[in-house]
């Protein structure tokens, strides 16, 4: 199941400084998360000393000085030569590493330990640049921008998309880690600065191009409205994709997106029939929750009142809306036991999946047609299984990547439920019982 965190853009401003504490908090620090993945490559540590410079901006080479530096070193994977900052608070120095060719000249600068960004090296994103190919070409796209007086910019369709249309397939201007936050806010915001003018003109036009929504530093401001949380080897860090920022939050949204950190590549697909005239709408929060929760949380992270319908309609009707989605809950928490002691039956998971298309929560439907493929699977009921398996498959992928763990559990129920851990686990357990003790013979 996808986690709530990587559900939500990260959070911007204050919210951002506190929250950011918290996943370092969560999360190991990561040299000591992945020990082995700890640079394997000798060169670069020797490499390292000779290029690296630090701590103080007044020696920072120029750009074209750090440019033709980099270049002087034979093999050396970043366009210019990294700046660091250390102090007592870090274990290691965060740097800012830029790429000018990365993505056919797109470009990325990651600002964040050297393990870190050495490690990116061994995606293949940079490995084989080729499998970015088919990544941020908005040559014809199927939808324009229009501001929408009171809101903003947005997305809108001019032409019909399907579901499961790409929207777009957009590699990172910029990669942060979460922990940059332990240098002081001026050293933060230099190596920042430095990132942002190591992009190539192009990307360094669409970085400016995005709003911020708070009075602070405008480059700090505009990270953390529009960043995406992105989990690179199981750590969370921020990435920035100036396209996927254009497109609005709505709690009932048309598009999902998911993060592929193999091509490092972050896709926006329809996930229902979108017509020309439609706003492209993404989530920025989790949408089960509600309504009163999910209008503070975006009040509070990123500074708007929820306008869209399911936020302004009528108080009956946002009342029964907060009603399905407390019973969506109770019925998650009865499909989630799997005890003797369970009172899962194919008919509350029929209504799970009406509720969830009654909401228009057409992603987290995924999840509902998971558990309908699991229960009828538990009654040994093969052919719903495999309806159900394939309907949860491809909405997934959608929602979660190509290669997420659900997609592939449920295609794997697709083609055989009866080899799948869930085949027959109810059979002969009354639904109503409710003890397991009415087994038959
Ligand atoms: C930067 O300064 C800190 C002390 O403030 C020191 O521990 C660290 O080694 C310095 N970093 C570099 C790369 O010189
Ligand atoms: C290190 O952290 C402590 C405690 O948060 C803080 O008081 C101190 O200023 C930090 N040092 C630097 C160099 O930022
Ligand atoms: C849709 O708008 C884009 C501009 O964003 C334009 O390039 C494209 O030709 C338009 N398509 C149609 C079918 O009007
Ligand atoms: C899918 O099936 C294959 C082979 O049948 C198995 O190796 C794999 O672990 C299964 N994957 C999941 C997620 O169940």
Redesign the pocket.
């Known amino acids: 199941m996808k986690s709530m965190i990587r559900l939500s853009l990260l959070t911007g401003t204050l919210a951002f400084a506190s929250e950011q504490v918290q996943i370092a908090g969560q999360q190991p620090l990561f040299h000591d998360a992945c020990p082995s993945e700890s640079i394997a490559l000798d060169d670069n540590a020797i490499i390292s000393n000779v290029a690296f410079h630090s701590n103080k901006t007044q020696t920072w080479q120029s750009l074209e000085e750090s440019r033709t530096s980099a270049s002087q070193i034979r093999d050396f994977p970043w366009t210019f030569r990294p700046e660091c900052f250390s102090?007592?608070?870090t274990t290691e120095p965060f740097c800012v590493f830029s790429d000018q060719t990365f993505a056919s000249g797109r470009g990325i600068f990651i600002v964040g330990t050297e393990t870190l960004a050495y490690s990116m090296l061994e995606k293949d994103a940079f490995r084989r640049p080729e499998v970015l190919d088919r990544m941020n070409k908005y040559d014809n796209p199927s939808f324009e921008q229009h501001e929408f007086p009171g809101k903003g910019r947005g997305l809108v369709a001019n032409k019909t998309l399907h579901r499961g249309d790409q929207i777009f397939a957009s590699t990172p201007l910029l990669i942060t880690d979460p922990d940059i936050y332990?240098?002081?806010t001026s050293e933060r915001l230099a190596l920042l600065y430095r990132g942002v003018e190591t992009l190539p003109p192009a990307s360094q036009a669409s970085f400016w191009e995005l709003m911020g929504h708070y009075d602070g530093d405008p480059v700090d401001d505009r990270i953390n409205t529009n960043n995406f949380e992105l989990s690179i080897n199981g750590i969370s860090h921020s990435g920035l994709f100036p396209e996927i920022a254009m497109m609005n939050h709505d709690c009932r949204p048309n598009a999902a997106y998911f993060w592929d950190a193999r091509t490092m590549t972050h896709y926006v697909h329809a996930l229902r029939d979108i017509l020309p005239g439609e706003e492209i709408t993404i989530t920025y929060i989790d949408n089960e929750q509600p309504r009163a929760k999910r209008m503070k949380k975006l009040e509070r992270n990123w500074g708007f009142r929820c306008s869209c319908s399911s936020c302004t309609a009528h108080p009956a009707l946002t009342a029964e809306s907060d009603s399905r989605l407390h019973q969506i809950a109770a019925l998650l928490d009865m499909l989630n036991d799997w005890t003797p002691a369970s009172s899962a039956t194919p008919e509350a998971v029929e209504l799970l999946v009406t509720l969830y298309e009654q909401e228009r929560l057409h992603a987290n439907l995924a999840t509902a047609y998971k558990h309908a493929a699991e229960v009828y699977s538990s009654f040994g009921r093969k052919f719903e299984a495999i309806r159900y398996a394939r309907l949860s498959t491809e909405l997934s992928m959608l929602d979660k990547g190509f290669a997420d763990e659900d997609v592939r559990e449920m295609r794997n129920m697709s083609k055989n439920p009866e080899m799948s851990w869930s085949w027959n686990k109810r059979v002969g357990l009354s639904g109503k019982s409710g003890c397991g003790c009415a087994r038959k013979h």
């Open positions: 102090n007592e608070n332990q240098l002081s």
